[in-house]
C-alpha cells in the first residue's frame, strides 16, 4: 500500500533564480591622448636663466674693467712722453690690453647674471639671435669693425690719419669709436663701422716720422732756382726735420686767380715726430720768408705789398 508523503512544513521552498543584470553596452575604447607641455615663450626661456642677485655684481665687474683700462690708459700715455721712440708700440699695446680687459669683464659679467651652460646656451640661442639681430646690430658691427682694425691694422693709436674731410691723430681705438685729435685741438669721435666702408689715409703708418709738405710762391720773373735753394736751405737747417730720409724739392708752375702764372716751389721732407708736425713747417716757412725776403726775390700779389 502506499503511503502519501506529505511535505514538511520546516522545509522551505527553493528560492527563484535572481534575475540577470544588464550590463549596459561598454564604451568604444579611447585613445589616452599624451599631455603636450605648453611651450615657453623666449622672455620665459630667458628668464628662467636669468639670475637678478647677481646684477651687483656684473655692474661692479663691468665697472672695474672701465677704470682699470682707464687707469691703463694714463699710465701708457705717461710712459710714452718719457720713452719717445717706444711710444706708438706702447699706445698699440695698451689697446690691445684694454681689449682683453674689457672682453674678460664682459664674460665675468655676463657668467654671473645668465647660466651659460650647454643647455642654457642651447635653449637660448634662438632669443639671443633675435636679440642680437634687431637690438644690437649697429654695437655689433662696430665692435667688429674695432676688433678688425686691430687685426688688419689700417692704422694704429699715435697715427696722423685723413677720414672723412678730418685729419689728425689717432687717440684712441675702442669697442665702438675711433677717436681722432686735429691738429687745432679738436676730439672727433668716429663710429668703428664706417672704417669698413670709407677710405683712409695714414701719413705714417705706424713709424714716429710722417712727412710734410710745404709749398711755397714766386713771382715768374723772380730767380726761382737761388729760391729753391733757399727753401732746401731752410728744410735741412729745421731741428725738426729728419735727415734720415730723403728731401725732395719741386719746381713747377701755377696759375692763380687774379695773379697770373707764378712758380710754386714744394719742399717734401720728414719730420722726426710727427707730433711736431706742425712746429716743423711753421719753423721752415719762417726761415723760406726771412730768407727770400733778405734776398729781394719776388714774392707774387698780395704777398709782395704786404
Known amino acids: 500500500m502506499n ?10 521552498a527553493p528560492a527563484p533564480a535572481a534575475p540577470a543584470l544588464q550590463t549596459p553596452a561598454s564604451a568604444p575604447p579611447t585613445l589616452d591622448v599624451l599631455a603636450v607641455p605648453p611651450v615657453e615663450q623666449p622672455r620665459e626661456q630667458a628668464l628662467a636663466f636669468f639670475n637678478p642677485d647677481a646684477l651687483p655684481v656684473a655692474f661692479m665687474t663691468l665697472l672695474g674693467a672701465a677704470l682699470i683700462v682707464r687707469l691703463l690708459r694714463r699710465l701708457a700715455n705717461g710712459l710714452a712722453d718719457r720713452m719717445v721712440a717706444r711710444r706708438l708700440a706702447i699706445k698699440q699695446g695698451a689697446t690691445l690690453v684694454g681689449f682683453g680687459i674689457y672682453a674678460v669683464g664682459a664674460t665675468i659679467a655676463v657668467g654671473s647674471v645668465f647660466d651659460l651652460s650647454a643647455q642654457a646656451l642651447f635653449a637660448l640661442s634662438g632669443t639671443l639671435a633675435v636679440a642680437a639681430g634687431f637690438l644690437l646690430k649697429d654695437v655689433a658691427e662696430s665692435m667688429v669693425a674695432g676688433f ?47 672704417f669698413l ?17 710745404m709749398s711755397f710762391h714766386v713771382s715768374a720773373h723772380a730767380d726761382y732756382e737761388r729760391a729753391r735753394g733757399i727753401v732746401r736751405d731752410a728744410v735741412i737747417s729745421s731741428r725738426f726735420c729728419y735727415l734720415g730720409k ?45 730768407a727770400l725776403r733778405e734776398a729781394e726775390i719776388e714774392l707774387p700779389g698780395p704777398a709782395r705789398a704786404a
Not at 503511503?3 to 522551505?12: G, N, Q, R, V
Not at 677710405?199 to 712727412?211: E, K, Q, R, T
Request: glycine residues 6%; aromatic residues 6%; charged residues 25%.
Open 3 to 12: 503511503e502519501a508523503t506529505t511535505p514538511d512544513p520546516t522545509t522551505a
Open 197 to 213: 666702408t670709407d677710405s683712409v689715409a695714414s701719413a705714417n703708418a705706424g713709424a714716429l716720422d710722417c712727412m710734410v709738405v
Open 246 to 290: 730723403p728731401i725732395g724739392v719741386i719746381i713747377s708752375t701755377k696759375l692763380v686767380e687774379q695773379i697770373g702764372v707764378v712758380v710754386e716751389i714744394t719742399a717734401k721732407a720728414y719730420v722726426f715726430d710727427a707730433r711736431h708736425e706742425k712746429s716743423f713747417s711753421s719753423d721752415v716757412t719762417d726761415r723760406v720768408l726771412r
Open 148 to 194: 678688425s682694425i686691430l687685426i688688419s691694422r689700417p692704422f694704429s693709436v699715435g697715427d696722423r690719419i685723413t677720414f672723412g674731410g678730418y685729419y689728425g691723430e689717432v687717440k684712441d681705438i675702442g669697442l665702438r669709436t675711433v677717436r681722432l685729435v686735429t691738429l687745432d685741438d679738436n676730439l672727433v669721435t668716429i663710429p668703428s663701422s664706417k
